[in-house]
């Protein structure tokens, strides 16, 4: 034990001889420690100046002389730290007894606030933190908490440092710096209030330089130094007050230029000081600047992750109020010797006013990318903030030090002393907030993601195949449109091997800047069925939206709900709900639902699936639907059940609409007085305008598409209107998009007027590739099913946005997109099914790839299937296991399967990698360009990697073909680079 003026008033109320120097300086003062609990955890110093004592302060360098007196050998360890060193002892041989855990965790993304495993399956331990790239990998150093349970008085296990390559997955290493059990007066005892490790390397001497915080009495900096970043380091400096200061939290920054290092650290709890280390980063040559002056706590800025961006230097901080999250603060300044100007809290959207319940405790680059990534720590994931409670702990901390300003009642003071606060907080299941910075006019912003990809390969080197959302998404029907600098994808909301269509019960959102299309954003829930109030809380699905900007700046959600909510108890009796938001992905609210001029809902025609567009200030909608007789398994003349149809080319539109008549009283629950009432048959696409309210009909229905059966005789014959309305205007022309009476095809029509003259174009896209190059129906190279998706341009490109089907079912379906050109006459032609999508191009023949992604996926024998799963021996892509990271692959793969991938870039000789299992005896036959590479064979039933090389060039497809008497199933495919053969 040091005796000082440093050390805790509990420690020395262990001692007599302590107790009596105490009292003979400040008589009195012990009871009042005696009777706080939380005084007991301040230092002797810290007593006497929040005191307040007139005397006290110059009392202090007698009362230190003093007690540094009592510094003898009998007194090195005081009782209770030789109970410490006892249970520290303990734990340290239960953990060397623990068996190593095999690496088996994966994952593909990082889950912000829920708990980040290791390699092995455990905690990432290494809060506080920082990363430090050095030749192509990360390391991830920061605080051991893994035995801080709030009780057995650890507060650090020494420093522990991971590994990563992609940001995700983490590899203990083990100990950075490791705990010093025996030792209380070591900086490494567990006991002592070790925090926020943050390492810089010096050019100039080519060491490894860590300063780390010890709070608590000390408040103040060790620092060590290494040859190597893992060590092992040795300290420098201990107890190291830079300029006299107590020193809070810090970080340190390099500047890129001109090598100097620089330390900012929260300076007696009354400024953000800057000053300017020496040249080898072993100590602070002096103070340069002040930012934040002259706050108290909880204003008091502390936490300081320093980064440059975009030739700006930005620091982000956080209040003072322990582990007890609190609203952070950004500021920026033109050098990092300069004084930072507040630009306000980071966080967007952050109702708990809590920094999403975190503190950050660093910012750093991804390598060769624009990326930036704010670390954080949830310290206390049990006890959760929200805006009272944040309100709460800003005026009682606030009330200490200015009690004319801030007040607190008695009961508030209470409820915040008996909540988690420092000296008890279970940091041991603490969690991490890792969030993508970005910046908007020269602002950096977080805003709350569930999961995100971080870019690990550089902004240029990052792909995106298909389906670009993640493989546990599916979002069908989905209507793509730019908003600002980013494009948002609204659709429908299916689960994965859901068992009905739409099954989530809610719209979720997904964005991405224009000018990165890998780096998709999800932006959360944007509505639930529940809150629409005609659901009256039963079963509800939420189907095919579409969002529009109306003239007052907000934006319009139009969408259908099933559950026979509608005046008559049926989906297609059901007028269009209406939701507004202020931004295009928050939180929408319901408006009402599309109405005529007298208040009572519009249900002219039928009221599916609604596209809406602001055509210069004036709000259009679009709906409809239709029987197609694909989509209800009528093929070939004969009905469902095998009954022959009439030959509807030779009937009059009046004789089609009398036997319409029937099916559609059934199907539509409309009398046959109110269907023959309405001009056209009910079945087709419409248009109609809305008012500025975005609700009520101010213009005549007009019938722009007609359904298959009215499609006779005209362009659209053959490709009549079935579902899935979408709008656009593209250089003055109208451009309706839906899905026509094959149901598997999105086709297109035009016209210089938004309500009529529509002309058939062509087909967009067609979920199996039926159409493209004159491909029939029964060659598919897909199983089919309905499609729905629009066209949008996005940073110099179209594309056409359309789902795929997974799971056997028409029920799990995923988003897609493939890059398409509009001709000079406006035409465009049909877009092919890709692996590559939204890539800007080929993909790479390097790296491992989820066979998922497969284009092509056939037996040659490939249905089309609606509204059910299909009960077909076909392969197919499913999941096993529950959650989102879970293995997803191709199964039931047959003799006679082909699966393609489409299309990958080759520039030099591979080996390709097959991870397969199968039942009996079968082998893959790999080809490029139809050109035969080589064999896999199958013969395990456990998941095995077999590979072969691969001889191609340039851009082509990758074909693998099955043959075989058994089953199998494919999980990935991998490049690696062929490794040269020697000379001999």
């Given amino acids: 034990m040091i005796y000082n003026i440093s050390m805790r008033i509990g420690y020395l109320l262990e001692n007599e001889e302590a107790v009596a120097v105490f009292d003979q300086f400040l008589p009195g003062m012990r009871k009042m420690a005696e009777s706080n609990p939380q005084a007991k955890q301040l230092s002797v110093e810290q007593l006497v100046r929040y005191s307040r004592l007139p005397q006290g302060r110059e009392l202090l360098p007698k009362l230190d002389a003093a007690l540094a007196a009592l510094n003898t050998p009998e007194n090195a360890v005081s009782p ?44 990432i331990q290494a809060h506080g933190g920082a990363v430090f790239f050095e030749d192509g990998v990360y390391y991830w150093y920061g605080e051991n908490k893994e035995h801080t349970d709030g009780e057995n008085g650890v507060w650090t296990w020494g420093i522990k440092v991971y590994s990563s390559t992609d940001l995700c997955n983490w590899t203990d290493l083990g100990f950075l710096i490791p705990p010093v059990l025996d030792d209380p007066n070591s900086a490494l005892f567990p006991a002592k209030h070790v925090d926020r490790p943050h390492i810089l390397k010096c050019e100039k001497t080519g060491k490894y ?78 103070e340069v ?58 966080h967007v959207d952050d109702a708990s006013r809590a920094s999403f319940n975190s503190q950050i405790s660093k910012v750093f680059r991804v390598e060769g990318t624009n990326q930036w990534i704010a670390m954080a720590d949830r310290w206390v994931p049990e006890y959760r903030v929200d805006a009272r409670i944040a309100d709460l702990f800003t005026r009682v901390v606030a009330s200490t030090y200015d009690p004319e300003h801030y007040r607190a009642a ?34 950096p912003r977080l805003r709350w993601r569930d999961e995100w990809r971080p870019k690990t390969g550089g902004c240029d080197n990052i792909q995106v195949f298909n389906p670009f959302l993640p493989l546990w998404e599916y979002i069908p029907d989905g209507e793509p449109h730019v908003f600002g600098d980013r494009l948002y994808l609204f659709g429908s909301h299916d689960l994965e091997g859901g068992e009905h269509y739409c099954a989530a019960g809610n719209y979720v959102g997904w964005s991405a800047p224009v000018d990165d299309l890998s780096d998709w954003r999800y932006e959360g829930v944007l509505y639930e069925a529940r809150q629409e109030p005609r659901a009256r809380g039963n079963f509800a699905d939420l189907y095919a939206p579409d969002v529009v900007r109306g003239n007052d700046g907000r934006y319009y959600l139009y969408y259908c709900i099933s559950g026979g909510i509608g005046s008559t108890g049926d989906d297609h009796n059901t007028p269009i709900g209406v939701a507004v938001c202020d931004t295009p992905a928050g939180k929408y609210e319901y408006l009402g639902f599309v109405r005529n001029p007298d208040g009572s809902p519009y249900l002219r025609y039928l009221p599916g699936d609604p596209a809406v567009i602001n055509d210069d200030g004036v709000i259009r909608l679009y709906h409809g639907w239709a029987l197609s007789t694909v989509a209800s398994g009528a093929h070939g003349g004969r009905g469902r059940n095998g009954q022959k149809l009439p030959d509807f080319r030779k009937m009059s539109k009046d004789q089609l609409r009398q036997f319409l008549l029937g099916a559609e009283q059934m199907l539509f629950h409309r009398t046959r007085e109110q ?126 946005f359309y789902h795929r089907h997974t799971h056997n079912s028409t029920y799990s379906r ?38 998922v992604i497969a284009c092509n996926i056939t037996n040659g024998k490939m249905p089309h299937a609606t509204n059910r799963v299909v009960n077909a021996d076909i392969p197919y892509i499913t999941h ?55 064999c896999a064979a199958v013969s395990e039933s456990t998941w095995q990697e077999v590979a072969l090389d691969l001889c191609a060039e340039g851009v082509c497809p990758l074909e693998l073909q099955y043959e075989g008497d058994g089953r199998a199933e494919l999980l990935a495919i991998r490049f690696d680079q062929k490794q040269e053969e020697p000379i001999v």
């Fill in 80 to 123: 209770s730290e030789a109970k410490q060193i006892e249970r520290f002892l303990a734990l340290d041989a239960a953990d060397r007894e623990k068996v190593p855990a095999p690496e088996t965790h994966h994952q593909d993304a990082v889950y912000p606030g829920q708990p980040w495993l290791d390699t092995k399956g455990e905690r």
């Fill in 209 to 286: 330089v860590c300063w780390i915080k010890l709070s608590g009495p000390e408040a103040a900096f060790t620092v060590w130094q290494a040859d190597r970043l893992r060590g092992p380091y040795k300290m420098v400096e201990n107890l190291y007050n830079p300029g006299g200061h107590k020193a809070g939290d810090f970080d340190l920054i390099a500047d890129g230029e001109t090598g100097k290092g620089y330390l900012y650290f929260d300076a007696d709890h009354s400024a953000m000081v800057c000053m300017e280390l020496t040249e080898d980063y072993l100590h602070a040559a002096g």
């Fill in 289 to 346: 600047a002040r930012s934040y002056p002259d706050l108290h706590p909880p204003f008091t800025r502390e936490g300081p992750a320093l980064f440059e961006a975009n030739g700006k230097k930005y620091m982000l901080t956080s209040g003072m109020t322990g582990y007890i999250p609190n609203r952070s603060d950004s500021a920026a300044a033109d050098t990092w010797d300069g004084v930072f100007t507040s630009l306000g809290d980071p």
């Fill in 410 to 443: 008695d009961n508030e003071r209470k409820e915040m002393y008996a909540a988690n606060v420092l000296e008890t907080a279970r940091t041991e299941i603490a969690d991490y907030v890792w969030l993508p910075i970005e910046f908007d006019g020269g602002l």
């Fill in 675 to 800: 269907l023959l009432s309405e001009p056209e048959d009910v079945m087709g696409a419409n248009h109609v305008t809305l008012a500025d309210d975005m609700l009520t009909v101010t213009s005549e229905t007009r019938r722009i598409v007609p359904s298959q059966f009215m499609a006779l005789g005209t362009s659209f014959e053959g490709h009549g209107f079935y579902e899935a309305s979408s709008i656009r205007k593209i250089n003055g022309t109208y451009y309706f998009i839906y899905s026509d009476e094959n149901s598997n095809m999105l086709s297109y029509a035009t016209s210089q007027y938004p309500d009529r003259d529509f002309v058939y174009r062509g087909i967009l896209q067609s979920n199996g590739d039926v159409g493209l190059d004159g491909r029939k129906g029964e060659d598919r190279l897909n199983m089919t099913a309905n499609n729905h998706g629009s066209l949008e341009y996005v940073n110099g490109q179209w594309y056409i």
């Fill in 814 to 851: 995923q988003a897609c997109a493939e890059p398409v050109t509009i001709a000079p006459d406006g035409s465009i032609a049909q877009a092919e099914c890709t692996s590559c999508g939204l890539n800007g191009g080929p993909l790479r023949a390097e790296g491992e790839y989820p066979a």
């Fill in 880 to 934: 096993s296991g529950e959650g989102r990271n879970v293995e997803r692959y191709i199964t039931n793969i047959k003799n006679g399967t082909r699966i393609v991938f489409k299309y990958f870039a080759f520039e030099s000789p591979v080996k390709l990698t097959l991870i397969l299992r199968g039942k009996d005896r079968g082998h893959f036959t790999v080809l490029t360009e139809g050109q035969e590479q080589g």
